[in-house]
């Protein structure tokens, strides 16, 4: 009995889930949304870290700590054109199962390649930052300061790219499944 019924399970030839045009348009408005929202607080982010390294330069005791302020402000500049560039939200034109797929892939590989545009640019001024601290001041106690410092920083970043590379993931998964609908 139980054969005849996987037989019958198996033979059934379903017809093809169909989402309605209003969920795609819905969710593409919702990932607009959502893009909108990281690039303002990234935006932000970057304007700030601009504001204080511009303010250490004037202010820090040491020229390469100053000079490590001037490449984090280039590095912040370089940050917001790649998320410009990369990432950021655009209107909804044309079909919008296809705009919504190229929309997804490419916020798919604005975060997957995170550590190229985003993370990679800030290690420098902090290397030139922890370079500069430890010449200007030489102490057991400022070692380790600096040193956890440096290991605080590296797990944040470690944290981001790891957020990143699960969010690529997440956005590869909805490509593939509105993929099944093109189709």
């Not at 005849?4 to 819905?26: G, T, V, Y």
Request: hydrophobic share 45%.
């Amino acid at each position: 009995m139980s054969d005849e019924l996987q037989e019958l399970w198996q033979a059934q030839n379903p017809e093809p889930f169909q989402m309605p045009l209003e969920e795609i348009r819905r969710r593409a408005e919702k990932l607009q949304k959502r893009v909108r929202w990281r690039n303002g607080r990234e935006y932000i982010s970057c304007l700030v870290a601009i504001v204080i390294s511009a303010r250490w330069i004037w202010t820090l005791p040491n020229p390469i700590m100053r000079a490590g302020s001037a490449v984090m402000i280039v590095s912040m500049l370089y940050v917001m054109f790649q998320l410009y560039r990369r990432g950021s939200s655009r209107e909804i034109t044309g079909d919008c199962l296809e705009f919504h797929l190229r929309e997804l892939e490419r916020q798919r590989d604005a975060v997957a390649s995170v550590w190229r545009w985003y993370l990679g640019p800030m290690i420098p001024p902090l290397l030139v930052w922890t370079i500069g601290s430890l010449a200007y001041k030489r102490s057991l106690s400022h070692l380790l300061f600096v040193a956890g410092f440096t290991a605080v920083c590296g797990l944040v970043f470690y944290a981001v790219g790891r957020l990143n590379q699960r969010a690529a993931r997440c956005l590869e998964r909805q490509i593939e499944e509105l993929e099944h609908f093109r189709n």
